[in-house]
């Protein structure tokens, strides 16, 4: 019976292992298959928007298709967050069409190169993690941006070519058509994930306009009508320019701001791709994958990129969570060059503009605006500004725009918390109590709070609920301390930190040290042990 009795636990036992490795085989070739499609999805979208790019930039349309393949490659490869997807950017062509309009796309080349150095370079020295120094309203205003400008981009597809060569808006059949197959395809996309989850529902919109047009006969702008994009692979190819001191003045500044632009971008895809996956981290490894990744693409003929925000939202909204949608992504743009390029010229445009219409209304902060009454109004201004800037100029001047303005904003606001009592002690002298921190911002207020001629002849200062912040604020000290010293008064300084006892030079013996004084430190240097700090003087 025992012997029985443990053949049947055992037989159960392995029932159940067996159940759960089907489970998981199941669940795996799921995950696979969601994974492919949704890759499929973004390479469909990546089409029209690298040959726009390329056109933006003043390059052929396969500089702009092989920088998607190869820079969406490596860093699907490598990158910090699986599920991003880099290509060729509108960000960085804008920047690109002034050097190839005066040097030539062998210049670009160089740039690219160039700019994927730099962008090495800014991963070794982990600049990657001052990302976090952009505010929230920044964030905000930066999708809000893109969301506008991903959708004056598909402006241009509602335009076509006159006899005479020139771009005209559509107009009568023909607008309508383009209207209302772009509408279709967005109520595809919504209604997709309520009738089934085989397929991701971008890719459902696009193949049925694949199929509605075929069957109708329907005349409609396709992918083809804007190049073709046939091509082969790309091949090695040192840019043809003179290596020495004038090339390099040339190149550099283009590839400096190219490079802030590149990761700047990235990065911050890179943080909301991570708010909607719930992973964190990857900074600096996501600088050195679009470093090496637009350093390859320099000498395979490419424009460079970065990480781009409308194709990662499709990438995700697809079911895309791991690397395998990012390389399948790439892998199908390159085989719609080589060999499917009739195929794809045939996808009607009113399909990839539905696509990315509704990667607008998913990108969009729409709750940015039912907040607008609820937050402080430096916050509006500051998403406001953001928005404005991004739509207007571009990405890297918006974010550094933004992250000043936060900045001042948040100085202003703490010069003025700087607040002070005064009481009389046992002994009649005047003991200042001081609120707030002490810093560049609040220091003359500091200063203006006192009256060595007529104080007490000895003053006392408890710093106890403030804090030395910066070399201004301990200025600010030393010339009270002189002040009060003129007026032949004595001064006591309380509960200040251990590290101001040696940073204050003239006042340093009016300090009077207690057991509870505060241990915070005065201009930490981040880079050595904790509680080694850097003297000012």
């Known amino acids: 019976m025992v012997i029985q009795k443990i053949f049947q636990e055992l037989s159960q ?13 199941i ?42 393949f190869i820079v969406g490659l490596i860093t699907a490869l490598i990158g910090g967050r699986p599920g991003m997807i880099s290509g060729a950017t509108g960000a960085l062509a804008v920047v690109m069409v002034a050097l190839v309009s005066l040097h030539g796309v062998e210049y670009l080349f160089a740039t690219v190169v160039l ?61 309508f058509t383009m209207v209302l197959l772009v509408v279709v395809t967005m109520v595809v996309i919504w209604l997709a994930p309520k009738v089934t989850k085989i397929i991701p529902a971008p890719l459902a ?34 840019p043809l320019v003179d290596f020495n001191l004038d090339t390099l003045l040339i190149i550099l500044p283009y590839a400096l701001i190219l490079a802030a632009i590149g990761l700047i971008e990235s990065l911050l895809t890179l943080n909301l791709v991570g708010d909607i996956t719930g992973k964190t981290g990857g900074a600096s490894k996501e600088c050195m994958a679009q470093g090496v990744a ?67 209304i998913g990108t969009f902060a729409w709750q940015s605006i039912m907040v607008v009454r609820r937050i402080p109004i430096t916050d509006v201004i500051v998403m406001l500004i953001v928005t404005s800037v991004t739509v207007i100029y571009d990405l890297a001047i918006a974010v550094i725009c933004g992250v000043i303005l936060s ?15 005064v009481e ?15 810093f560049f911002g609040s220091a003359q207020g500091f200063s203006e709070i006192f009256n060595p001629k007529n104080d007490t002849d000895t003053v006392i200062i408890d710093f106890i609920n403030s804090r030395v912040v910066d070399q201004s604020a301990l200025q600010a000290i030393e010339e009270l301390a ?24 003239k006042a340093g013996q009016l300090i009077v040290g207690s057991d509870d004084d505060p241990s915070y430190g005065v201009a930490v240097n981040y880079g050595v042990k904790p509680g080694i700090f850097i003297k000012t003087h």
């Open 482 to 505: 002189i002040k009060y010293k003129k007026k032949k008064k004595k001064l006591e300084l309380r509960h200040l930190s251990t590290d101001c006892h040696s940073l204050l030079r």
């Open 294 to 360: 637009n350093t390859v693409t320099g000498f395979f003929g490419g424009m460079g990129g970065c990480a781009m925000i409308g194709q990662s939202m499709i990438n995700v909204k697809s079911g895309g969570r791991t690397r395998i949608s990012g390389i399948s992504a790439s892998l199908f743009l390159l085989l719609f060059i080589v060999i499917g390029s009739s195929l794809i010229e045939q996808i009607p445009l009113a399909a990839l503009v539905g696509v990315m219409f509704m990667v607008v």
């Open 27 to 68: 669940s795996s070739l799921l995950r696979f298959k969601t994974e492919i499609l949704a890759g499929l999805t973004v390479a469909l979208a990546l089409v029209p928007e690298a040959v726009s790019f390329s056109f933006v930039a003043g390059v052929h349309p396969l500089v702009g298709l092989y920088a998607a």
């Open 115 to 175: 700019m994927g150095a730099i962008q090495i370079i800014a991963a070794l020295f982990k600049l990657g993690k001052f990302i976090r120094l952009v505010p929230y309203p920044v964030m905000l205003g930066f999708v809000n941006g893109l969301a506008i400008v991903i959708f004056l981009a598909q402006m241009s597809q509602f335009q076509m070519l006159d006899s005479a060569g020139t771009k005209q808006w559509m107009e009568g059949q023909t607008l």
């Open 13 to 25: 036992k392995i029932s159940e292992t067996e159940l759960q490795f089907s489970n998981l085989k």
């Open 205 to 238: 919109g696009i193949i049925f306009i694949v199929v509605l047009v075929m069957l109708l006969d329907i005349e409609v702008p396709r992918v083809g009508d804007l190049a073709s994009i046939k091509g082969g692979l790309p091949t090695f190819h040192i």
């Open 424 to 438: 009389v002690d046992a002994n009649g002298n005047n003991v200042y109590y001081i609120e707030g921190p002490l």
């Open 407 to 421: 900045a001042l904003a948040y100085a202003w606001n703490n010069a003025i918390r700087i607040r002070w009592r």
